[in-house]
């Protein structure tokens, strides 16, 4: 055991982790990235989707923002574990509209609830980022009161 109480053999494992987690934040970036474009952009399949789900395009304009701006926050170490947990929160929303808005896509629940695991799992394993972010904001609010 050394000073910082991490073996030597905890921090291969702990570099490795930390590498697999970038990849996979890195690749669902990319993923987020493309699959918010067409509702951005107003792709017509999207506007149809929008239109049946019934909450106006106003939602489609903010679901997408809300994937990209999660893709992002996946690239940036301070907000990784934070992005992660809104993402998750997007999945449930998402495999809720699969599930029960959207006929003949109950097939893609499945896909968005495999998404939600993994984004849970980044989030609790970039947690120690997430209550560092919390603890920066704290400081800053006591300090403008």
Known sequence: MTATGITATARPTRRRVNVVLWV???ALAAV????SA????GDPT???TFH????????RYLTGAC???????LLIPRL???AATALVGLMIGATLTNLFLVPGMQAAAAVTVLLGVVF????WLRRDRTVALAATVRRIVRRTH
């Open 24 to 26: 996979a934040q890195i």
């Open 32 to 35: 987020f990235v493309f699959v």
């Open 38 to 41: 067409p509702k951005l952009l």
């Open 46 to 48: 999207a506007v149809a």
């Open 52 to 59: 049946v789900i019934g909450f106006g395009q106003w939602f």
């Open 67 to 73: 994937e990209l701006a999660g893709a992002i926050g």
């Open 80 to 82: 990784s574990g934070l």
């Open 120 to 123: 849970a799992v980044i989030a």
